[in-house]
């Protein structure tokens, strides 16, 4: 993987051409040379800008009190979009995605008011020292405070322009981020994972707080879940801590596997039980090799004034020989180890999965029983500073986790920043529960040192049959990637502005641009709200395009992730023809065969395009045998023979 | 996918070669003149005032971190560890960012700025007060190292620095932490946005940076060169 910015090869103009005029697409291959991101200028609504195959429909500036203040995440329900907000959060009407229209604006501050939705409520995250039950603006002064609100706001919104504070609940670290778990079971409830690292209260504020890490009831190493009933939702209460880091031992770091990391385990009691000397570093226990152990027991010798090693030297070895590696490495075995808590949950309930992003770690966890979430699996990356948040497919076979390097404040997307640094790190899953490294992903053009920049919030588009994400880099832009090929993952979409300040880093940029609906919708720190579309290219086609619309959802909380199934159209038979063209899975002539009998089939009506559609689809399932993309091809006939039956 | 390792070092050692410019550049940028961030700086104050401890806090972990980069810095002459320079390009990377970001802070609100030298040596100016003299700035915050494990540190080479490095580095991390629990048990302190945030964020980064230099650290005393 290339670790400096450089250009792109360019296609050879020719294919280009050939692929372009037979998709009958618009839209290069690649963007322009040099990359139109760099050097764009500075200003906050005047900066320059640099789009490729996607479109910006609308701006739509915050309001007065929130224009000056840090726009955050985003929730979706019906048409509209909630977008949380430093100084409270705003609810914009989307129906038309050319021109939002402000239905409220609630103040009430609170860093970093990450929020949720579920039917007519909505959940907001406190997390800094400053948020107040009250949602007064003044602050908190004291260290310890009754006013003091860190943790979980939820609101009534039933009536979307007179919201209801319903409840708060408190917890030891407050709210950095939170994720709403809706049990498929469970209709009268649903559950809340709370996620952050920030300090733990004093007990004097909220009871039972504990900050040492060594006590057994340590507010560190775990989560918490809340439970919200659905009719009560003032009721809501956690319910569980779960300590899931527990027992973390250093999982591997890609190129070693977890049998790698077991092996090894094994191999270490196995020597402990012939009596050689071990240590437990970071949950791992290890072999203290020969050269280590040997000057060690000579000076317990020595000291003792012997001149050879008896059965008592190794004992009093084996006494202290923990506590002295302790000291070397600055560690503390009576403390617990490993990460404190999550930054961020992604849980796919369709699947009983979760990605945790937690401290130096990424968790595959199991969520069948919401309150009781167990730990499957966990890697570690030398090239990861801070897991952020994770991302499924929408099959379930992998898993995608980002990498906050600085928190997101800092510019992390210069030409002289390691491509591996700040970026995604994409995994397959094996066997439900490993998770195998294949690649990086880092937004390509570099960005300037005024511009904070580092992978940040995305999410899937529904583009059928494919692995297509769009994220959110701040002042990076968004960039929409296929991770479909896990080992190569490239970008086919973007857009990008020039910084908000030349000078120095201005917060600005995309906190979270996701997929709602058939639009792309993107908090703008600064700049407000932001709605994208995509424009038919190389890379997507028109019918792609058309069958993602298909997929409509009745809300969003994007770590909450919804399973996207197409419903039976046209457009999702035609998006598999050509990505059948695409992948070269079918030859021409069957391409201009399928296509001439859908359109056909789309004129016709009732038995008729009955008749025709089993008919291609049959035709379909038989080029399967000879096609290089033969699941493609079975796919595509299955999509026809659901449409005959539609 | 294989990272090559060639391609790894030879842009480590590019970075590690532009890092003394990068940092002349960052820690002599004139007095802001911008007037809408001093504004914003203003009116974000106004909503919770920062306190004493909270420019106390910027304006220590400038001389703090300022260390960790001179120590960071010995790396590429005095260790042959791919690992160890990947972790010091990464702490001379996070950390002059983030001397940045404090002296950006303090200049927004008035506050005697810390600038670093070359040596990692920081002296005080006034913004705004052209040609104000300086004071060397010298109290060791928790973790620095005295200027005898300075120089042991500047002494040793190849695995035995490479031991005393993780070993100094995980000493002065611990102390960043210590520093980040001390501010937020400080009366109206991290009530400023940007300081709640940039605060929280060192205590997570180096507490993770600190549980992976104890893991290599570990390797070597085992004799197991890391990776």
Known sequence: MPLRFRPRRAAPAAALLALALAAGTAGAQQPNQPDPRIGLRAGKFDAGVAAWNMRLISNSPSPERFAESTNSDLAFIRNYAIQGNYNGWQIWDISNAARPVLKTSYFCPASQSDVSVYRNLL????????????????????????????????????????????????????????????????????????????????????????????????????????????AHPEQAAIVSSPRIFNDLAAPPVHGETSADVAEGAREAAAARARGEFTVTIQGVERVAPGQFVRPLLDSIMKARGGTTQTAADSNALRASLQGIVDRMVGANQSQRTGPTQCHDITVYPAIGLAGGACGGYGLLLDIRDPAHPVRLAAVADSNFSY??????????????????????????????????????????????????????????AAQTSAENCVAHNGSLLPIPGRDVMVQAWYQGGLSIFDWTDAAHPREIAFFDRG??????????????????NGVIVSSEISRGLDIFELTPSAHISQNEIDAAKTVRLDYLNTQGQPKFVWPASFALAKAYAD??????????????????????????????????????????????????????????????????RS | MRRSRITLAAALAAALAAAPHAAAQGTSAPPSTDAAAMARARADSMRHPWTEAD??????????HAQAIVMANLVPTHSTSNAMKILAGRIINAQRDEIVTMQTWLRDRGRPVPQVDPAGATTMSMAGHE??????????????????????????????????????????????????????????????????????????????????????????????PSP
């Open chain 1, 579 to 644: 990505q059948l063209e695409r992948s070269r899975g079918l030859s021409a002539a069957q391409l201009e065969s399928v296509r001439g009998a859908l359109t056909r089939a789309e004129s016709a009506s009732g038995a008729a395009r009955r008749t025709a559609l089993n008919a291609l689809a049959t035709r379909v399932t038989g080029y399967a045998a000879g096609s290089s993309d033969a699941a493609k091809v079975r796919t595509l006939a299955g999509a026809i023979r659901d449409l005959a």
């Open chain 2, 131 to 224: 040609g104000m003299a300086g004071h060397d700035h010298h109290a060791l915050m928790p973790g620095m190292l005295t200027p005898e494990q300075l120089q042991e540190l500047e002494r040793a080479q190849g695995t035995e620095f490479d031991k005393l490095f993780l070993r100094y580095m995980i000493q002065h991390h611990t102390g960043a932490t210590q520093m980040v629990s001390e501010l937020f048990s400080s009366y109206g302190a991290g009530q400023d946005e940007t300081v709640f945030k940039f605060a929280s964020d060192v205590n997570v980064d180096q507490t993770t940076e600190i549980a992976r230099m104890q893991r290599m650290l570990v390797d070597l005393l085992f004799g197991e």
């Open chain 2, 55 to 64: 420019a106390r806090f910027m304006t220590n972990m400038i001389g703090h």
């Open chain 1, 123 to 230: 959940f907001i995250s406190g997390e800094g020292l400053s948020g107040r039950l009250d949602c007064g603006g003044q602050g908190v002064q004291d260290t310890v405070s009754r006013d003091r609100l860190r943790g979980l706001r939820i609101f009534d919104i039933t009536d979307i322009e007179h919201p209801r504070h319903v409840g708060s609940v408190q917890t030891c670290r407050g709210s950095h981020t939170h994720t709403v778990l809706v049990d498929p079971k469970d209709a009268a409830n649903v559950y809340v994972y709370i996620s952050g690292s920030a300090g733990v209260r004093s007990p004097n504020e909220l009871p039972g707080c504990v900050r040492a890490a060594n006590d057994p009831n340590s507010a560190l190493f775990r989560i918490e879940v809340i439970k919200v009933p659905l």
């Open chain 1, 499 to 516: 910084p908000v300040d030349s000078t120095r880093i201005a917060g600005g940029g995309s906190w979270s641009a996701y997929w709602y």
């Open chain 1, 387 to 444: 897991w952020h948040s994770a991302t499924f497919n929408n099959d379930g076979t992998k898993i995608l986790f980002s990498d906050e390097w600085g928190g997101g404040g800092q510019a992390k997307c210069r030409a002289t920043d390691p491509r591996q640094w700040g970026a995604d790190a994409i995994f397959t899953l094996s066997g439900g529960r490993q998770m195998n490294f294949q690649s990086y992903y880092k937004m390509p």
